[in-house]
């Protein structure tokens, strides 16, 4: 079974900025699209960004255009989700996720057949 291991998260304060990494070392990227997801606590699981296979387009929410940025380095299997400006409603557990081989980017949880554990972010003064 393919794994995806998050790290990164932690407590900020507002206006601050947090780096998570998603390890995708079982992972080549240039076959997978790449998600970042979220979950509050008594919220659905919604999507925050993604890369595609190719690395040629990426998508975001609309509550973290400008302030999240997606990328990722192919030599170290690895995805990036940058995160400034934070906020209260950033808080949650934020989950990286592949789709199958070669599918696009898509902001439904089901689209995903490879899930992380999940990272938590808190945002609080």
């Known amino acids: 079974q393919l794994q995806l291991v998050e790290s990164g998260g932690g407590l900020v304060q507002p206006g601050e900025s947090l780096r998570l990494s998603c390890d995708a070392s079982e992972f080549s990227l240039e076959y997978y699209s790449i998600g970042w997801f979220r979950q509050a606590p008594g919220k659905e699981r919604g999507g925050v960004s993604c890369?595609?296979?190719?690395?040629?387009?990426?998508d975001y929410a609309h509550s973290v255009m400008g302030r999240f940025t997606i990328s990722r380095d192919i030599g170290k299997k690895t995805v990036y989700l940058q995160m400034n400006s934070l906020q209260s409603g950033d808080t949650a557990v934020y989950y990286c996720?592949?789709?199958?081989?070669?599918?696009?980017?898509?902001?439904?949880?089901?689209?995903?057949?490879?899930w992380g554990q999940g990272t938590q972010v808190t945002v609080s003064s």
């Open positions: 890369i595609s296979d190719s690395g040629r387009s990426t």
């Open positions: 996720a592949a789709t199958p081989p070669f599918r696009r980017c898509s902001d439904s949880p089901y689209d995903y057949e490879y």
